[in-house]
């Protein structure tokens, strides 16, 4: 019974350490509120709102940065209802050029 107890306090411990916000630096969120822009402009018609960023990787590679993303939104639609959802984002950064989005895919819930 003991034993089970331990058991059940370690995975406790383990989902409360994996579940913590983690803090972004403002360069990170400008970027990611820039991307939210970016997708607006693709996608006529509908109106995201950045909410904060969830997930940021990043990766650097040759004459930059690649940053794959998950960004929490709002999503207002055609009827004027708001949703939450997210978008997950691959973007490359250079030296030379402003970001540049490799690939996106939002949903909502």
Avoid at 9 to 35: H, M, P, R
Avoid at 62 to 79: E, Q, S
């Amino acid at each position: 019974m003991q034993a089970l107890g331990f058991i059940c306090l370690c995975c406790l411990i383990l989902v409360t350490s994996t579940n913590e916000l983690k803090e972004f630096s403002a360069g990170d969120n400008e970027l990611a509120k820039y991307i939210v822009e970016e997708i607006n402009k693709m996608r006529e018609g509908r109106d995201l709102e950045f909410v904060m960023l969830l997930r940021d990787i990043k990766v650097d590679v040759f004459d930059g940065t690649m940053y794959h993303m998950n960004i929490a939104i709002k999503d207002r639609n055609y009827a004027g209802l708001e949703e939450k959802g997210v978008c997950r984002v691959a973007v490359l950064e250079t030296k030379a050029a402003k970001p540049f989005i490799i690939s996106h895919k939002c949903e909502v819930q």
